[in-house]
């Protein structure tokens, strides 16, 4: 997950979304990395497990409702697991110190559809309370159907977070997204304006020179991620609820 900023077109949420994933390449390659967020990443969202480092479950599980928890397609998670593979070495390649890149874990890999709570807000993850949960799955269940999703390309974020770009294929992603919001208020809070993945945070304070060699290797490696995913269930902290395939006229 990522904090999204920015205003959110009531009449085109897609446009909304593409706008998005523009500003946040333009802010890398306007002011490089957000050096207080990369040392957050590194002295409080990371954790040194096996032969990786690992970004902490604060900062990847997802509060609300979401896409994913493992994604649906085990050759896309591969492919985005090799990527962030790829990306930890190229940094590694580079520098000597560690640790230069954090993981989220495979089976993590979502796209969020509303928050509950947010770390860049509070480190405390804060999930469904029952009565929530319950409206989250009646709003879910009887929704519109499978939600179809397009991921193509890799975006470098100013604080550091590798992220792969989706956009809905149609408005049942957004429809959601608004009922949610509109019909839970505290989902209201912390509201994506994208539907990505994030695969991982750079931990190393790259200077301008470097981030340009290493977004320039990202998009050879984005060049190969391009797929429709398929979702027909929605993740929530208390469990999954089915998207109504009764439902799809």
Not at 61 to 66: E, H, K, L, S
Not at 96 to 121: G, I, K, M, Q
């Amino acid at each position: 997950m990522i904090k999204d900023k920015g205003f959110i077109h009531p009449a085109d949420p897609d446009f909304s979304c593409r706008l998005r994933y523009s500003q946040l390449s333009s802010e890398l390659q306007q002011n490089g990395l957000n050096l207080a967020k990369i040392e957050e990443s590194r002295t409080v969202f990371t954790e040194e497990a096996g032969e990786h480092y690992w970004v902490k479950p604060e900062a990847y599980r997802p509060t609300g409702v979401a896409l994913g928890c493992p994604l649906p397609d085990e050759d896309m998670t591969t492919l985005l697991w090799t990527v962030a593979y790829l990306a930890e070495q190229f940094m590694c390649a580079q520098a000597h110190s560690r640790p230069l890149f954090a993981f989220v874990p495979r089976e993590w890999y979502h796209v969020t559809v509303v928050n509950r709570s947010h770390f860049d807000c509070d480190r405390n993850i804060i999930g469904l309370d029952n009565g929530e949960f319950e409206k989250a799955k009646e709003i879910v269940h009887h929704g519109l159907g499978p939600i179809g999703i397009r991921f193509t390309g890799l975006i470098l974020t100013a604080d550091g977070r590798l992220i792969v770009p989706g956009y809905p294929t149609d408005g049942r992603f957004y429809a959601l997204t608004r009922e949610l919001s509109t019909r839970i208020q505290p989902l209201s809070r912390n509201l994506p304006l994208t539907a990505h993945i994030k695969i991982g945070h750079v931990t190393w304070p790259l200077d301008k020179e470097l981030i340009k060699v290493f977004v320039d290797e990202l998009t050879r490696y984005g060049e190969g991620i391009s797929a429709s995913l398929l979702f027909r269930s929605a993740y929530t902290p208390a469990g999954n609820i089915p998207l109504d395939d009764d439902t799809v006229k």
